[in-house]
């Protein structure tokens, strides 16, 4: 399916901006500790179905907030595979959590870690074999993490800033061939919370997605959720794709995700969309269903 004559321009990850809205952990580590006890989500996601060598990406994040609710920390690893290219991320997540009155709450995140980026030049249909960048064999590069984040909320509305990775890198081949790049991006997210009923509540937000030298992304969520436990959600992210999420928590604590979205662009006439699974499970956190509402009701939290 590949042929590579060319550079490889990459961001973070070749997550879209619905995985990562569904994996905040993954753009902001201010989520981290974002309910009492321990938090465990699994997540799977494919893309372009009906293309060879398809995106595919796997998450698994996990967490802690301490009793005090002071301090939250976790880790993630993220892989991401497209074609020759792998991308694999190591992550130690750790949250300070603030309260500023009776009911505003400022979370303080950092990120660090370690990023492995894999190149298999034997999956490639390569123009010029005798190039030297594919003379030298495969690529294999390990990078630093260092990421920043915040999340500013009330009861019904917050707003959040953060960047996964601070550090740019690139490679550059021995005959000076400009081989790859990667670019900090920078998020910006808020969302209001509208309770419908006793058991209804409207949830509606905006993440932005900033890459200097490339176009402003965002992708607008609106779910409604009955009684905390079941959700049906729909995004959008212009020009690139639309989608629906259902979410339920099947028992106490545990709750699956499940997302279909598919492309507006000039190639979604060739795939038949886009898959995303979820398991989420909250352990040795609050027994008490009006004590687990309070992390429940964060207008931040995703399961």
């Known amino acids: 399916m590949f042929a590579l004559g060319a550079p490889i321009h990459m961001g973070q990850s070749g997550l879209k901006l619905t995985d990562y809205y569904h994996n905040p952990i993954l753009y902001n580590p201010a989520y981290v500790g974002v309910t009492e006890g321990y938090f465990v989500k699994a997540f799977y996601a494919t893309q372009?179905?009906?293309?060879?060598?398809?995106?595919?990406?796997?998450v698994l994040d996990i967490q802690r907030l301490t009793r005090d609710q002071k301090t939250g920390y976790g880790l993630?690893?993220?892989?991401?595979?497209?074609?020759?290219?792998?991308?694999?991320?190591?992550?130690?997540?750790?949250?300070?959590?603030?309260?500023?009155?009776?009911?505003?709450?400022l979370s303080l995140g950092l990120k660090a870690g370690v990023n492995s980026f894999q190149i298999d030049y034997s999956l490639l249909d390569i123009y010029d074999p005798t190039e030297i960048v594919y003379a030298q064999g495969n690529l294999s590069e390990k990078r630093p993490i260092v990421g920043v984040g915040a999340y500013l909320y009330d009861q019904d509305w917050f707003i959040g800033f953060s960047s996964p990775n601070l550090l740019n890198s690139?490679?550059?081949?021995?005959?000076?061939?400009?081989?790859?790049?990667?670019?900090s991006h920078?998020?910006?997210?808020?969302?209001?919370?509208?309770?419908?009923?006793?058991?209804?509540?409207?949830?509606?937000?905006?993440?932005?997605?900033?890459?200097?030298?490339?176009?402003?992304?965002?992708?607008?969520?609106?779910?409604?959720?009955?009684?905390?436990?079941y959700t049906l959600g729909l995004q959008y992210?212009?020009?690139?794709?639309?989608?629906?999420?259902?979410?339920?928590?099947?028992?106490?604590?545990?709750?699956?995700?499940?997302?279909y979205d598919v492309g507006t662009g000039p190639l979604s006439k060739y795939s038949y969309g886009n898959h995303s699974f979820g398991i989420s499970y909250e352990i040795l956190g609050r027994l008490n269903w009006d004590q687990r509402l309070e992390d429940l009701r964060k207008p931040f939290m995703v399961r």
């Open 237 to 259: 992210n212009p020009g690139a794709l639309l989608g629906a999420f259902l979410s339920a928590e099947v028992f106490d604590g545990m709750s699956l995700t499940y997302t």
């Open 76 to 105: 993630s690893i993220f892989n991401d595979k497209f074609g020759a290219v792998q991308n694999t991320n190591l992550e130690l997540n750790y949250a300070l959590h603030l309260e500023l009155d009776d009911t505003q709450k």
């Open 186 to 229: 920078f998020y910006l997210q808020g969302g209001y919370v509208y309770p419908i009923s006793e058991d209804f509540i409207w949830h509606n937000s905006l993440l932005l997605q900033m890459v200097s030298g490339s176009p402003l992304e965002y992708l607008v969520t609106s779910r409604a959720t009955y009684q905390y436990r």
């Open 48 to 58: 372009w179905l009906g293309f060879d060598q398809a995106p595919t990406s796997q």
């Open 170 to 183: 690139e490679k550059i081949s021995e005959d000076n061939t400009f081989v790859y790049s990667k670019t």
